[in-house]
């Protein structure tokens, strides 16, 4: 049998895809590297920016993590009437732009990469993998009403979370037999009935989001080994927006799943059990 395919997958989550760079620094410090990189949304964001220069990737996605435009992307609401979004693009394709310097295509990569965006039009899962690469992060990125929708050959594009997001079944399609998912930590909590209004589409949410990544999980090809890096949270309320958005806020949350994945990891080199699914 010959070595396995290697895969990280990273989901969506806005801010709180923070968490990934502390998992990636636990896996690199254990000599685990990609030979392939998919992602969602933030997780495009972030996997594209390993996919580049996995030897430097640690040191870029933290100056991406705490630069200006970092901190605006957060905090930089517009309310601007007869708009269908709240932020332009901009102070996202600076942070991509420097964390991407030599690569403005797929084929300028170091790893081979794959993101996922929602078409519009074809009301459907697209992914991105040849061709110009910050336009298919913006699309894969472009949270609904926070973002404008991206359009690529005249097709119209948003946030690949809406349809794939924490894309395990994209890896495995691709021939991935070792898969590590960097998750922002909602699934790693059960949901409770909804108590008013805003619960009810955020809950609606998450239960679709679940649902596919519970099946796609069921569905992997015998013999694929899934490990799910968990975020070190205590608690579901640890994962709300508001509570991630400070520099402190993110440089904790960094921490906490470096510590956690890295408990993970050393708990699997002694039990290499099969295949893993959500921790504990």
């Not at 933030?42 to 594209?48: F, L």
């Not at 930089?76 to 709240?86: E, K, M, S, Y």
């Not at 929708?149 to 070792?178: K, Q």
């Not at 992997?220 to 975020?231: D, E, F, I």
């Amino acid at each position: 049998m010959g070595s396995p395919k290697v895969a990280f997958v990273l989901g969506g989550g806005g801010v709180l895809g923070a968490v990934q760079v502390g998992m990636l620094r636990a896996v690199l410090e254990r000599g685990i590297r990609p030979d392939l990189v998919v992602g969602t949304s933030i997780g495009a964001i972030n996997g594209a920016i390993i996919a580049a220069d996995v030897d430097r990737s640690l040191d870029r996605l933290n100056r991406a993590w705490t630069s200006r435009d970092a901190r605006a992307i957060t905090t930089g609401l517009d309310v601007r009437p007869g708009r269908a979004h709240l932020m332009s693009t901009g102070s996202i394709v600076r942070l991509l732009e420097a964390g991407l310097p030599a690569a403005r295509t797929f084929e300028q990569l170091q790893v081979e990469f794959r993101c996922c965006a929602a078409s519009i039009e074809r009301a459907a899962e697209h992914w991105f993998t040849t061709g110009p690469l910050i336009p298919a992060i913006l699309a894969s990125s472009a949270l609904p009403g926070i973002f404008p929708a991206v359009e690529i050959d005249g097709e119209h594009f948003v946030d690949g979370g809406i349809v794939n997001s924490i894309p395990i079944s994209e890896a495995a399609a691709a021939g991935a037999t070792e898969v590590y998912v960097m998750q922002v930590g909602r699934i790693e909590y059960p949901l409770s009935a909804p108590r008013n209004q805003f619960e009810n589409a955020r809950v609606a949410f998450e239960i679709s989001r679940r649902h596919r990544f519970a099946r796609d999980s069921a569905s992997l090809p015998a013999g694929t080994r899934l490990h799910v890096l968990p975020t070190g949270t205590s608690s579901q309320r640890d994962n709300r927006i508001a509570r991630n958005l400070s520099p402190d806020a993110i440089r904790r949350r960094i921490e906490s799943a470096h510590r956690a994945a890295s408990a993970y990891l050393d708990r699997e080199v002694a039990t290499r059990s099969p295949v893993h699914g959500t921790p504990g």
